[in-house]
């Protein structure tokens, strides 16, 4: 698996991806952009830091981060009507949702800074 973990749902981005799933199909009216463009930034960073550092360089890593970032981030945010304004309660939903995220993290014997500090050196564990 390309992140280096078993499970997908360990990953903010697939949380945050269902919810686009979930607003596309106008099951929620939460709008989802604010969220996708903040781990669309991160994600970024996570590739130019393990390339520029040295510790990310393999080429099987670097096409299945890219896909991964297509698929989850830029397909959806180009889906999205930009003239649809975001409102406060989709940003609380977002801050929930991640509040969530937290908790399921914690029950499965994780934590944020543990899976997203092996994104950036995998040498590192906490």
Not at 51 to 77: C, D, E, H, Q
């Amino acid at each position: 698996m390309g992140f280096g973990y078993e499970r997908y749902d360990y990953l903010f981005s697939t949380w945050i991806f269902i919810w686009w799933i979930l607003y596309s199909n106008k099951l929620i009216k939460y709008n989802p952009r604010s969220s996708i463009s903040f781990a669309l930034f991160f994600d970024i960073m996570v590739v130019v830091w393990g390339a520029v550092s040295g510790v990310r360089t393999s080429m099987s890593y670097i096409l299945f981060t890219l896909l991964y970032i297509l698929v989850t981030k830029l397909i959806p945010l180009y889906n999205i009507d930009f003239n649809e304004p975001e409102t406060t309660d989709d940003v609380w939903f977002g801050t929930g949702l991640f509040c969530i995220y937290l908790l399921w993290l914690g029950m499965n014997g994780n934590s944020f800074i543990g899976i997203y500090s092996n994104m950036l050196n995998p040498h590192l564990k906490f």
